[in-house]
């Protein structure tokens, strides 16, 4: 089973270990088989959001729209980028920020619905 989050925008609430199935958030006790991913809006307005499969520098879980903090040369010098999956016709499926570092020299700062302002810089 795959591992996901969802963002209520509503309460402005990140919801932890949530279900997928059928592209429909559902509860622990109906996650029978609970292997297909679809991004969607599911219900109740919460946007659903993949566990990317990598770890930090620091063992925190990776999930799309973190805002990593990337660091290079000899780690002196840091820019910050969300984690996208990106599956168009010329990147062919693959998740951008994670390809830009060395696994190990980037930590997650926050994600772009709780922290939107590190972007906006």
């Not at 930090?56 to 879980?61: A, H, L, P, S």
């Amino acid at each position: 089973m795959k591992e996901f989050r969802a963002w209520n925008p509503e309460n402005r609430q990140m919801l932890y270990n949530v279900a997928v199935q059928d592209g429909k958030h559902v509860t622990p006790e109906q996650t029978s088989g609970c292997d297909y991913w679809d991004a969607v809006l599911v219900p109740n307005n919460n946007i659903v959001i993949q566990f990317t499969g990598l770890l930090d520098k620091n063992g925190k879980k990776i999930f799309e729209n973190d805002i990593l903090k990337i660091y290079y040369q000899n780690n002196q010098k840091s820019y910050l980028k969300e984690v996208k999956w990106l599956n168009d016709i010329s990147n062919k499926g693959r998740w951008d920020a994670l390809d830009n570092c060395a696994y190990t020299s980037c930590k997650v700062v926050g994600n772009i619905f709780e922290n939107p302002e590190f972007l906006e810089e």
